[in-house]
């Protein structure tokens, strides 16, 4: 086939124009980037062997070489890995991490600094571009495994790139970086040094558990009647998770995990476990200190490697940990399991169900240990996977009291500092027997929120959950230690009944005399409420909408309908303020009148002020901004 040239996305190109002049400061990262891919394609291949027996590949040496040509001034970092076949060359090489690039672009040009900008790479999926820090031209030639023809990429990385079909292409991958002139000013070293490659190699690909060779600078003379010198292996292979604590460097714990997680910057937390018994197994795992980019989406990728004996299994194995733990990385290894074990299997597999209680515990005992040792790191843990982890309200009832204990929220007791559900139950004024709540979409309109107003005449806390998954687990837990969790804006809700000097004849005599235009609201109202009633969670508003107690609210029948699950909308509950002068008003107003025409559209007009009032619409907008309207003019 002939050689094919093709642009670039747009999105791409300014990728590519960021890589060539480059905000990265440290430019040595470009080989981690490539062997880790190296390594990536490796582990692919040896797992497709031992599901497919008939896969036309040899597996019998997988290693990873790095070449260096001093007069050419080219590196090549070539592996016998999974390789590629044309079209996939074409759609992920072609395209860069595809739907990830413009939102990494958006976060580089919004990163504040150096080492935030160079956090941003490997979380995109984008480390093989890195070798244009480094290169002026990228030359990859790859075949995939039980395919006959090869494919040649090539790029200088200016808008546009070439393919082309090769016949003699060997298994796997070779990239091959044709190098700009050493500048040690702007950090960009003499990539052709073999002594410069060890450092790199030792410093961050070390514990990579393929053979990493290069041949030796000095070749044997022909003279000796040697041939040519034997490769040797650069990095140890040995597994940190196997080694002593006590072996093992902090460095040493970042550098893998910079691996596993395609993360550039360090973890919060590395946390070991070794199981021993009648089911052994070792895990390594990393809490991050930035929430990636999919943390949210569907097709989001799980950060736990599964191994057998030392043996690669599985890159994101979903059943180590519960979904809402997506966010922690690492590998686990397992002592008596099958090699050839699948996907399903492992659904059902015993021993993997123990090993998830037990990692799940490890994970949440740790968060409470930095919790209650270090509140920055927890405070930084907790911005960033608080929300991801408050699913587990819901979904994990075996652990709802250990994500309780390490989850806060904020709340009317400060502006700024979070408490947890046992400080705020320390904090219950005498004869408050509830524990209260209000969803909404930010603090500030939670806030101004009607429904808050006699709690905070009356100086008593709520909690201001902001996050859409707090509609659900509110309901879900129901109480914590005896105290029931009651949202301010569902069902009755009378303070003053829990004070002392409160009387309940003035409420009843207030309910005879509103008693006529509640019917009568309750009439005009009858297709979007259920009730119109005297309100005492009302000071200063004349009306609020509120939830039955056991209804749905709006927000969770809407987040319930997005997910594809129908539920019927349920009729509110008006509740009137009787101390407000515009109630005051209409009662009397239908009293005195015995034509009650206009008096119906006041009362649409209070009812869809109180539906805006919580953040809502008016079922019909353009009538009551009509209604509105006419009623201004009217005033003038």
Not at 328 to 344: C, Q, T
Request: proline share 4%; net charge negative; charged share 30%.
């Amino acid at each position: 086939m002939p050689t094919e040239t093709f642009e670039f996305q747009v999105e791409a190109r300014q990728l590519l124009q960021l890589m060539i002049h480059s905000v990265y400061s440290n430019k040595d990262v470009f080989l981690r980037e490539l062997v880790s891919n190296a390594s990536d394609a490796l582990d692919k291949l040896r797992l497709e062997k031992l599901w497919d027996d008939a896969l036309d590949a040899d597996v019998s040496d997988l290693h990873i070489d790095i070449d260096v040509d001093k007069d050419a001034r080219t590196l090549t970092v070539r592996d016998n890995g999974i390789g590629m076949s044309y079209d996939e060359v074409g759609r992920l090489i072609g395209t860069i991490a595809n739907s990830g690039t413009a939102k990494f672009l958006q976060e580089l040009q919004e990163a504040k600094d150096a080492a935030g900008a160079e956090g941003l790479i490997g979380q995109f999926g984008v480390g093989f571009y890195a070798g244009f820090m480094v290169a002026d031209e990228v030359t990859l030639l790859t075949r995939r495994a039980g395919e006959s023809q090869g494919t040649r990429w090539t790029s200088r990385g200016e808008g546009t790139y070439t393919l082309e079909t090769v016949d003699d292409a060997p298994q796997g991958t070779s990239v091959t970086l044709h190098l700009k002139p050493a500048d040690p000013e702007n950090q960009l070293h003499d990539y052709t040094s073999p002594w410069k490659i060890r450092e790199i190699i030792k410093r961050y690909s070390d514990f990579i558990t393929w053979p990493i060779r290069m041949v030796p600078e000095s070749p044997a003379t022909a003279g000796d009647g040697e041939g040519a010198p034997e490769p040797e292996t650069l990095n140890s292979m040995k597994a940190l998770w196997a080694r002593p604590r006590d072996e093992v460097s902090d460095d040493e714990y970042h550098e893998l995990y910079k691996h596993i997680g395609h993360d550039w910057r360090e973890p919060l937390e590395t946390i070991r476990l070794q199981a021993e018994g009648t089911f052994e197994y070792q895990a390594l795992l990393f809490l991050p200190a930035h929430a990636p980019h999919d943390l949210f989406t569907r097709d989001s990728k799980r950060g736990v490697q599964l191994y057998v004996k030392r043996v690669f299994i599985m890159d994101d194995c979903e059943a180590l940990l519960p979904p809402y733990l997506r966010f922690v990385k690492g590998v686990v290894d397992a002592a008596d399991l099958s090699l050839n074990v699948s996907r399903e299997i492992l659904q059902q597999d015993r021993h993997i169900e123990m090993m998830r209680r037990r990692l799940t515990k490890k994970v949440l005992s740790t968060v409470k240990e930095m919790k209650t040792k270090d509140e920055e790191r927890y405070g930084t843990f907790w911005r960033e996977f608080g929300t991801v982890l408050k699913e587990g309200l819901v979904t994990d009832p075996e652990n709802r009291d250990a994500i309780l204990t390490v989850a806060s929220f904020a709340t009317t007791h400060h502006d700024t500092e979070p408490t947890t559900l046992k400080q705020y139950v320390e904090r219950m004024k005498d004869g408050q027997e509830d524990i209260y709540y209000l969803t909404g979409e930010s603090r500030q309109s939670i806030e101004n929120s009607p429904h808050m107003e006699a709690f905070r005449d009356r100086g008593i806390e709520v909690l201001l959950l902001t996050d859409p998954v707090d509609e659900v687990w509110a309901d879900a837990v129901g109480e914590y230690e005896g105290k029931k969790l009651r949202s301010v804006a569902k069902g009755q809700i009378d303070l003053d009944a829990k004070e002392e000097d409160a009387s309940g004849d003035e409420r009843e005599k207030q309910n005879e005399e509103y008693a006529g235009l509640l019917g009568w609201m309750k009439e005009q109202l009858d297709e979007d409420i259920k009730e119109v009633r005297l309100s005492s969670r009302l000071t200063v508003s004349p009306a609020c909408v509120v939830s039955d107690a056991h209804d749905l609210t709006p927000a969770l029948e809407n987040m319930y309908r997005a997910m594809g699950q129908e539920v019927p909308r349920a009729k509110r509950i008006l509740e009137l303020n009787p101390g407000h002068q515009l109630v005051k008003g209409l009662n009397q107003a239908y009293k005195e009148r015995e034509d009650h025409s206009q008096l119906a559209e006041t009362a649409e007009l209070l009812y869809g002020l109180a539906v805006l009032a919580e953040g809502g619409q008016p079922k019909e907008p353009a009538r009551f901004v009509k209604l509105m309207a006419e009623r201004l003019e009217r005033a003038l």
